[in-house]
């Protein structure tokens, strides 16, 4: 089933009312049954000479063998490189598996996989300054379109802007036969846009931030697109799984429209990314990207919610009065062996400072009427709740193993991975940040 014209999307200049011009340079997009048969008239059309074919030991069998035949039977070369821990991660050890065993001369990568794979590739890929294509083998996030690849770096869950897949590549009958976990993760990945467009629009208003109504509407069609087929998810429904696909690219081609994560990428993300980072360093296995942003996504809804009419008397409050020393301890408690990157990048845009703070909390009390419409339209935390519950979903923390203390640090202390206004630092600014992290 194709909804949608990709090429409305691909490879043209949008000339856009917020000012910027945008562009998603991706040359071909095919979710359908059957898709692998078109990637060797692709492969062919460019040219390439030297394809390595990148996988883990799950995305092989899931896809990899019907990629090599593909290959196989239309006289391309190519080398199988295939990372054999069960779990690859996306982070510095991983990344010099693969470039220890590529070809030098290689001038395509063909990644298959899902988050892991592909963010590993596209980074690659980037920086060889060669294309690579992804065959995508589980419909679980939203990189696949972006031009963003999060990697785990000194210990922390960085995102670096790289470039876009040459095609991707989506047989919808793989899709179908994902992991059902992983096809739920696609779900939570895209209701956690909820959250993120609030904390866009939020800081929009509180600091300025660039904003894009049209970007803001193509991530609103993702989140219609999944919510309208979740009744059919737990058929493994063909259209469902289409449309959780066709969501998911959508959301990526936003992010690319505008160069990075940020209408994609909100608190809920933040909390994800604490808890992932968290669960590496005590050597422990967590939940599924989107399993977490799911479960995060109820967390911003429910911070938002708390918030009241008087919540933004910022003319009541006393002075700011960051304590950075404190603050500093706090940090290399929590985060241990990534706290130096993250105190240098406090350091680096002082976004706790006492300055920056009044000048926002004078912001908030300004628009303080605009930001209660906002919250308004928020759907309800309960509502979230049962979309998840509907598809045997966690929504929950301690369905993903998430204690009390784990949460409460989260919400503390999640907002300090990256200079990105939203719910978690809006909280800090009105000093209701340690209320709300006692959580329940």
Same mark, same amino acid.
């Given at each position: ?12 200049? &949008? ?5 910027? %011009? ?5 040359? $071909?997009? /095919? #979710?359908?049954?059957?898709? !692998? ?27 990899g063998r019907l990629v090599y035949q593909e290959l196989r039977s239309n006289l391309i070369q190519f080398e199988p490189i295939i990372l054999r821990d069960k779990e690859p991660i996306a982070d510095e050890k991983s990344i010099g598996d693969i470039l220890v065993h590529i070809a030098p001369k290689c001038d395509l990568i063909i990644a298959v996989g899902s988050g892991t794979i592909n963010d590993l590739c596209k980074f690659i890929s980037y920086k060889m300054g060669i294309d690579y294509i992804i ?16 990697? &785990? ?5 960085? %995102? ?5 897949? $040459?095609? /991707? #590549?989506?047989?919808?009958? !793989? ?121 995060? %996504? ?143």
């Amino acid at each position: 089933m194709d909804i949608r014209n990709w090429n409305d999307y691909l490879n043209t200049d &949008i000339e856009c009312n917020c000012g910027k %011009t945008h562009r998603c340079d991706i040359d $071909k997009i /095919i #979710i359908e049954e059957g898709a !692998i048969s078109k990637l060797s008239e692709i492969i062919m059309s460019g040219f390439y000479h030297n394809t390595c074919v990148v996988c883990d030991s799950t995305t092989e069998e899931a896809a990899g063998r019907l990629v090599y035949q593909e290959l196989r039977s239309n006289l391309i070369q190519f080398e199988p490189i295939i990372l054999r821990d069960k779990e690859p991660i996306a982070d510095e050890k991983s990344i010099g598996d693969i470039l220890v065993h590529i070809a030098p001369k290689c001038d395509l990568i063909i990644a298959v996989g899902s988050g892991t794979i592909n963010d590993l590739c596209k980074f690659i890929s980037y920086k060889m300054g060669i294309d690579y294509i992804i065959v995508a083998t589980a419909p679980s996030m939203d990189g696949y379109a972006s031009n963003v690849s999060a990697l &785990i770096v000194n210990h922390l869950k960085c %995102t670096y802007e790289v470039g876009r897949p $040459k095609a /991707i #590549i989506a047989d919808t009958n !793989i899709l179908a036969e994902a992991p059902f976990a992983m096809i739920t993760a696609g779900v939570g990945d895209i209701l956690g846009k909820y959250v993120c467009l609030a904390d866009w629009k939020l800081s929009n208003i509180v600091t300025g931030e660039y904003y894009c109504c049209f970007v803001e509407a193509l991530v609103r069609d993702s989140l219609e697109m999944v919510v309208a087929a979740i009744s059919k998810i737990n058929e493994r429904d063909k259209d469902a799984i289409t449309a959780i696909m066709e969501a998911l690219v959508l959301s990526g081609i936003a992010m690319s429209y505008i160069g990075n994560s940020r209408p994609a990428s909100g608190s809920e993300h933040h909390l994800s990314h604490f808890w992932e980072l968290s669960f590496l360093q005590s050597n422990r296995p967590c939940a599924l990207h989107g399993t977490k942003v799911a479960v995060g %996504t109820v967390i911003a809804l429910k911070l938002y919610e708390r918030l009241n009419v008087n919540s933004f008397r910022c003319d009541c409050l006393s002075a700011p009065n960051f304590n950075e020393e404190k603050w500093k301890e706090s940090i290399n408690k929590v985060y241990g062996l990534a706290a130096k990157e993250v105190i240098e990048l406090e350091e680096s845009v002082h976004k706790n400072s006492n300055d920056e703070v009044q000048l926002r909390r004078d912001a908030i009390y300004k628009h303080s009427n605009e930001i209660h419409m906002l919250i308004d339209k928020l759907p309800d935390s309960e509502e979230i709740k049962q979309l998840l519950d509907s598809i045997f979903a966690p929504y929950l923390p301690k369905q993903i193993q998430v204690d009390d203390e784990l949460v409460s640090n989260a919400i503390l202390y999640a907002k300090e991975l990256r200079n990105r206004y939203g719910i978690l630092q809006l909280l800090f600014d009105i000093d209701e940040l340690e209320k709300f992290a006692l959580y329940n």
